[in-house]
């Protein structure tokens, strides 16, 4: 699914009313009775409805649904705010429609705004501004956004919450902007719902499909995406009745150290339950008895040194290999991990130590080869691109990063998001909070050496990976909870994952 910009949005709506035959007032009429439906969904008449309209398109949904609601029996209120004296030409319609059906509750305001006192027991609208918002809120309209925030009231924002804007909130007044329970969003979700700092701002949220035209979506460019299981299914390859293990890889993991012998154990776990064809360990000797149990189908090649990866391996009978889990940062592991990185030539994932020991041997990033995947959580990235103060900028340099070294970085987290050479990001929407949780990122790495070592691209590894690596977490927290889940849940959910993703 594209993640369209605001200003891209505004030109879908214009498109599909040029292309659709459809009239702007019409299509208007289509987001409001959504909006009604949702809202109607929620709450029963016993609330109040307190409705907030602006003067654009957004205040004219809000008008709209305020007739919807009305003609419904909810005991509705309306604040329209005309300070300029300039209203839309459907905001000016919908506020026609409402009188006719001989609604009394309506207050425009143009400039004294008299505040009706709000409970917890009412429900706000927002519909202050929406797609159109050119700038960040200020004097009357943030004195209006505060007294909303410092309400007992539950928030719903109409499209955004009003304030926010759709991709970039660098500039933005974080105080100016509502804060809403839930946001219907009209069309396509925006960017900024995507970002953990936005998540107390936008609440719950749902995409409301007024139908927007197709034609226009599918050739707007766009750099951002979520993925979708339609887009997953089709990247995984059958196996054939002939197959054997050698047309299915053989990954390398090179991973442990001492007092991190579990990493390679579930990151193991991992690329076995993810069809490699065979898997070997490279791993200090400390961790060999404890492979050999816990993993039997994996092969055990022990490093020279007791307790740390201390000796490059060879890699020539593999098809992909995976660096990083739990490798530890000792001087002797960095000098490691760094020659393996330069001389290697087969597909390569980089995580957690790995990208740590790059992040303090900086002059030595650029011997990572062009196609590596990398993947880092917000603290790994950050290590390396620096400080970040919101996700937009975080997104931005982790772009250039995989731009300048041509690589894939997997930035993990809620909505894990692939960066591709060229810039694309997919948002990944599976997952949960369950797995923030101590090896769920070595899994990651697991499932995506199996992957590569398959023979699927960087960028189907990637995708295909983390998705079906939040579908396990998924079906894990329906079994033992988010609070109970732990790495290895997701290692025995992935099966019934994979299951659901290939059965017809
Ligand atoms: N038929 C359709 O097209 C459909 C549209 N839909 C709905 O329309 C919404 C978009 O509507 P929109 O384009 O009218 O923009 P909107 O968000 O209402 O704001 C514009 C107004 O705000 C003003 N303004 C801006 N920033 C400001 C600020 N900081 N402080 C103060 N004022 C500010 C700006 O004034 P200006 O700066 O232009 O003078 C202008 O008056 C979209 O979110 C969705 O809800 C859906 O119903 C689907 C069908
Ligand atoms: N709130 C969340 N929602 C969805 N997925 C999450 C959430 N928190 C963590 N995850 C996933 O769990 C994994 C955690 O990885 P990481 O932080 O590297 O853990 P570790 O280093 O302990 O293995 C990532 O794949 C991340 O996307
Ligand atoms: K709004």
């Known amino acids: 699914m594209k993640i369209l910009t605001c200003t891209q949005q505004k030109e879908a709506d214009e498109y599909t009313i040029a292309h659709n035959s459809i009239l702007s007032i019409n299509l208007m ?19 109040r409805i307190v409705i907030f309209a602006g003067p654009g398109n957004n205040g004219g949904d809000a008008v709209a649904v305020a ?47 008299d505040a009706p006192k709000l409970t917890a027991h009412d429900i706000v609208i927002d519909g202050l501004f929406g797609s159109g918002l050119n700038k960040p809120l200020s004097g009357g309209f943030a004195a209006v956004v505060k007294y909303i925030n410092a309400s007992a009231a539950k928030v719903v924002s109409i499209d955004v919450p009003s304030g926010l804007m759709g991709e970039d909130n660098s500039y933005n007044i974080r105080q100016n902007i509502v804060q809403a329970d839930i946001t219907l969003s009209i069309g396509l979700p925006k960017l900024a719902f995507l970002f953990p700092e936005n998540e107390e701002l936008v609440g719950e949220w749902e995409v409301l499909d007024i139908g927007i035209s197709q034609e226009y ?17 089709p990247l995984i390859t059958p196996r054939h009745k002939f ?31 993810s069809g ?35 000796e490059p391996a060879e890699l020539d009978n593999y098809q992909a290999v995976g660096i990083g889990c739990g490798l530890g940062q000792e001087e002797i592991t960095a000098q490691a991990v760094i020659e393996q990185v330069r001389d290697c030539e087969i597909p390569l994932v980089l995580d957690a130590d790995a990208l740590n020991i790059f992040s303090t041997y900086r002059n030595n990033l650029s011997y990572i080869p062009k196609n590596t995947i990398l993947t880092p959580h917000i603290g790994e990235l950050e290590r390396i691109i620096g400080r970040c103060s919101n996700s937009y900028e975080r997104i931005s340099k ?25 810039g694309l990001c997919h948002f990944n929407p599976t997952g ?25 691209s960087e960028e189907e590894a990637c995708k295909l990976g983390t998705y079906v690596h939040g579908l396990a977490g998924d079906i894990a927290r329906n079994k033992v909870g988010e609070i109970s889940l732990k790495a290895g849940d997701i290692i025995e959910a992935l099966p019934e994952a994979w299951k659901s993703l290939t059965k017809n």
């Open 29 to 47: 009429e289509k987001a409001a009775t959504l909006l009604t439906d949702a809202i109607c969904k929620r709450w029963d008449k016993s609330h």
């Open 67 to 113: 007739r919807m609601l009305h003609l419904k029996s909810y005991q509705v209120e309306v604040f329209l705010f005309n300070v300029t004296g300039k209203l839309s030409d459907d905001c000016l319609t919908n506020i026609r429609r409402l009188h006719e059906c001989g609604f009394t509750s309506y207050h425009e305001v143009t400039s004294q705004f």
């Open 217 to 233: 979506i599918e050739n707007a460019e766009t750099r951002y995406l979520i993925t979708e299981e339609k887009d997953i299914r």
């Open 243 to 273: 197959a054997h293990k050698g047309n299915y890889g053989h990954g390398l993991l090179i991973t442990g150290s001492y007092g991190m012998g579990g990493a390679a154990v579930l990151s193991a776990r991992a690329c076995l339950r």
């Open 276 to 310: 490699v064809g065979l898997l070997t360990i490279h791993t200090p000797v400390c961790n060999h008895t404890l492979l050999q149990t816990c993993v039997p189908e994996a092969m055990v090649e022990d490093d020279v040194h007791e307790r740390f990866f201390a």
């Open 398 to 422: 982790a772009k250039d990063l995989a731009n300048s070294l041509q690589c894939y970085i997997v930035l993990k987290g809620a909505w894990t998001v692939v960066i591709t050479p060229e």
């Open 432 to 456: 949960n909070p369950g797995m923030a949780t101590g090896g769920s990122g070595d899994v990651l790495t697991g499932i995506i050496t199996a992957l590569l070592a398959q023979g699927y």
